[in-house]
């Protein structure tokens, strides 16, 4: 498994980078309280471009986390939710962005501590 060669190796990196990135713990958060059109994930998180949001989308389709219906209206309507295996991703995404705000103080007072070691050290 350390080989970063190693076909498993790559497809669970793939896969932690996607699940790591923030748009898929957002989009999976908001998808938590269930279905969502489009345009209410956009309100919901205003800090995704759009553009950002459709590929977040696309590629947690494509990996199953999501489903996507298109409802055959004047627009169509398309809404978007977790699929079983997206559900059984909220709970460690939400434990993950819970213990993030738990420790978001203690993570930048250590990086100002790192940051000015590391401006005393070019110093000198």
Known sequence: MK?????????ISTLLSRIG?????????????????FNELRREIP???Q??????????ERDGLVSRTVTPTIPPRVDYELTDMGHSL???????????????????AAQSRFD?????REAA
């Open 3 to 11: 080989d970063p060669t190693n076909p498993v190796c790559r497809t």
């Open 21 to 37: 990135d923030k748009w898929t713990v957002l989009v999976v958060t908001s998808l938590g309280g269930g279905s969502r059109r």
């Open 47 to 49: 800090s995704v471009s």
């Open 51 to 60: 553009r950002m949001l459709t590929l977040t989308l696309r590629n947690l």
């Open 90 to 108: 909220l709970k460690p995404v939400t434990a993950l962005a819970d213990w993030a705000l738990q420790h978001v103080e203690q993570i930048h």
């Open 116 to 120: 000015a070691a590391q401006d005393a």
